[in-house]
């Protein structure tokens, strides 16, 4: 963040085809998702008060932008760890998403949440709510179930991260 600690670098990892980008395009306004465009800058109000994010959707490898992870790793304020709830595997990458951004930036308190998205699936889960929960409980971050395609708690999600920048930065 800024020195006025109103400008913050939010960054979306996890395995490809979570739904980083559909949620980056919902909290871009946009009606699709847009495919080479990976930066997205907006000015936000929570609780009143307004916040700049810039929303990185640069972590995937394969969408072939010009950032490296190592970059990515170093450039949030703030970060979003993402899996879907009906693939397994991608639960277990974010897991290891949160050890390696913990490794990259060892001495500092980061705000994080571990978001369970494509909770509409109902019936293609096959990560439970608890099973997140108790994830996000051994890593310390936070923890919330989305649905792009629902647009379900994108919203509290985007306005959770401010609150936690906001957090640590009142606390500092
Ligand atoms: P990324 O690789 O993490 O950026 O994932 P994408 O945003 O490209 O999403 C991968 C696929 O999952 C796309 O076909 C999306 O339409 C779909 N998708 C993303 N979020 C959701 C969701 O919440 N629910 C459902 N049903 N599909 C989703
Ligand atoms: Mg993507």
Known sequence: ???AGNLYNV??????????SALAS???GAPDTMDGDF????TVTVDGESAIITLLDTWDPQDGGSWTQEQC??????????????????????????????????????????VGNK???????E???????????VFDC???ETSAAMQHNVREMFDGIVRQLRLRRDTK
């Open 1 to 3: 963040g800024d020195s």
């Open 11 to 20: 960054v979306l990892m996890g395995g490809h085809g979570a739904g980083k």
């Open 26 to 28: 919902i909290f871009a």
């Open 39 to 42: 930066e997205h800058c907006r």
């Open 73 to 114: 790793l170093q450039a949030g304020d703030a970060y979003l760890i993402v899996y879907s709830i009906t693939e397994r595997e991608s639960f277990e990458r974010a897991s290891e998403l949160r050890i390696q951004l913990r490794r990259a930036r060892q001495s500092e308190d980061l705000p994080i949440i571990l």
């Open 119 to 125: 909770c509409d699936l109902v019936r293609c889960r």
């Open 127 to 137: 990560v439970s709510v608890n099973e997140g929960r108790a994830c996000a409980v």
């Open 142 to 144: 936070k923890f919330i």
